[in-house]
């Protein structure tokens, strides 16, 4: 997997934290979202990311429960 990345966004009400994954023809494999306050092993979201062979078509993608990295924050 190549480097990923972090950002800070703005949402409605709240500031949202997101570490982004790539893959070696830099198509995005996986987002991790938490709060902006989330420290190190608090509960995020990670959505994953398939792809149709070598296309940038989305094949599958799937959510489920994971554990923020300290190491993501910006």
Do not use: H, P
Request: charge should be negative; include cysteine; charged fraction near 30%.
């Amino acid at each position: 997997m190549a480097n990923g990345y972090g950002q800070l966004i703005s949402g409605e009400k709240e500031y949202i934290k997101q570490y982004f994954e790539y893959d070696g023809s830099g198509r995005m494999t996986t987002v991790y979202e938490a709060r902006a306050n989330a420290a190190d092993g608090a509960i995020c979201l990670k959505t994953t990311y398939e792809y149709d062979g070598a296309t940038t078509r989305i094949a599958k993608m799937a959510e489920e429960e994971a554990e923020w990295d300290a190491d993501w924050d910006i």
